[in-house]
Structures are given as structure tokens and as C-alpha cells.
């Protein structure tokens, strides 16, 4: 099974292979998901102080935060060529 890493912004990566879903922060059960997982020690923060723009959920538990929008997020996803970021 070959490694599919997908740019979140700011040069960090997640695997493609891991992400169950890409949602916005806005509603209130995402906030509960976001606070559970940061009492729970699974909450990863890749905005570097931005806002939250993004909330990635992986099959591991872990949620993480990035402050590129979900579209873009889910875009790269559709995007890639064996691994590769498709050029712009």
C-alpha cells in the first residue's frame, strides 16, 4: 500500500489513507469534537496560530487543525497523482 501525504498548509502533511472526514469548525458538535480531543491528548494544531478553517478526523482518534479551508483541503485530495501534489 503505497503512502499518500496531503498538504494541509503551512507545509505540514497528513495521510491521505488515515482521513475519515474534512469539516468545518463552525457547529457545535465539530466545537465538542475538537474539545474532546484536546482533553483527551489526540488534538494536533498544524494553524500556527491562524484560525481554524479545517478539522481533518483520522481513523486513529486524532483530529487535527489546519487553517486552509475544507474545499481546498478536499481538493488536494482529488488532485494527486501517485503521491504528488498536481501542479497549478
Known sequence: MQIRLINIGFGNHVSANRVIAIVSPESAPIKRII????ENGV??????????????????????????????????????????????
Open 35 to 38: 474539545q474532546e480531543a484536546r
Open 43 to 88: 488534538l494536533i494544531d498544524a494553524t500556527y496560530g491562524r484560525r481554524t478553517r479545517a478539522v481533518i478526523v483520522a481513523d486513529s482518534g486524532h483530529v487535527v487543525l489546519s487553517a486552509t479551508q475544507p474545499e481546498t483541503v478536499a481538493n488536494r485530495f482529488t488532485n494527486t497523482k501517485d503521491g504528488e501534489e498536481a501542479e497549478d
